[in-house]
């Protein structure tokens, strides 16, 4: 069993940067993958970014790439998303996920683990 506490999310001006942090529950932390995905209201839930277990895969969406960086801590059982050039579009609540399997980490219902959600709100 995973638990997940997202944070960092907030209210930020167009251009702005936020950094959300996903801290992990058990001692299981480094057997995970771990996801971020985010859902805008009246939106189906979009895949952002992943990261393998130690860190040395990351794949992003197209709306992240070169503006997003997802990283890890194993130490600290914690995933980040540093999110800069922020832009209103990128407003929705974002929440962390993981599962055991690099593979299919587009699909949110392939992940077995999820957190509650934080809300980031991008006013222009």
Do not use: H
């Amino acid at each position: 069993q995973v638990q997940l506490v997202e944070s960092g999310g907030g209210l930020v001006q167009a251009g702005g940067s936020l950094r959300l942090s996903c801290a992990a529950s058990g001692r299981t932390f480094s057997s995970y993958c771990m996801g971020w995905f985010r859902q805008a209201p009246g939106k189906e839930r979009e895949f952002v970014a992943v990261i393998s277990w130690g860190g040395g895969r990351t794949y992003y969406a197209d709306s992240a790439k070169g503006r997003f960086t997802i990283s890890r801590d194993n130490a600290k059982n914690t995933v980040y998303l540093q999110m800069n050039s922020l832009i209103p579009e990128d407003t929705a609540v974002y929440y962390c996920a993981a599962r055991q399997v690099y593979s299919d980490y587009t699909i949110p219902l392939e992940y077995d683990y999820w957190g509650q959600g934080t809300q980031v709100t991008v006013s222009s």
